[in-house]
């Protein structure tokens, strides 16, 4: 399905090391191909180190310290993966606030596989029903969430799912998302 997300605007939130590289680049691409500009934020500026599993792969600029992104600035949000990547953010106070005030402003935010480690920390599951990688169904719980084993779960303006095989019914949903269907 084709979307128009002209004039919007998509932060990627990531750690500078441990992104699942294919869980930031097909939603990137998803994004940026229906006309969004999307940006990579995080904690530091410089690089984002991306990995293939445990494989290190490629770098990308990072556009935007955490410090300084503010949630008026972005039309949606992106929480890509990896194991190591969304620890490291549910550890860096101004990403989890990022993540609590985009989900409190009720702006689109997706998040794939470990991600949801970060909307844990940032306290935003009350009632709320997600996906993720099947290890955090008892974080998610203990967060007050409900976890459900499915390929992509819409609560709200909150899109989940579960892995990387998920990406082409995740990208789709952040996309309808993100142009506000």
Avoid at 82 to 95: E, F, I, K, Q, S
């Amino acid at each position: 399905m084709a979307y128009d997300l002209s004039g919007k605007t998509i932060a990627f939130l990531v750690a500078n090391e441990g992104i699942e590289q294919v869980e930031l680049t097909e939603p990137w691409e998803a994004v940026t191909g229906a006309g969004a500009t999307a940006k990579l934020v995080a904690p530091e500026l410089g690089t984002a180190q991306a990995f293939n599993h445990l494989d290190k792969a490629d770098t990308f600029e990072v556009d935007v310290a955490v410090v300084d992104a503010k949630v008026e600035d972005f039309d949606g949000l992106v929480l890509p993966g990896g194991v190591a990547n969304p620890d490291a953010l549910r550890l860096d106070a101004d990403a989890v606030r990022f993540v609590r005030d985009f989900v409190a402003a009720g702006k689109p935010t997706g998040a794939i596989c470990h991600a949801p480690w970060v909307l844990v920390e940032a306290d935003v599951l009350d009632d709320r029903t997600i996906t993720s990688w099947p290890s955090l169904k008892t974080d998610v719980s203990n967060a007050g969430g409900k976890w459900v084993d499915e390929e992509v779960v819409v609560d709200q303006a909150l899109v989940t799912s579960r892995n990387p095989g998920d990406l082409p019914a995740f990208n789709d949903k952040i996309c309808q998302m993100f142009e506000g269907r």
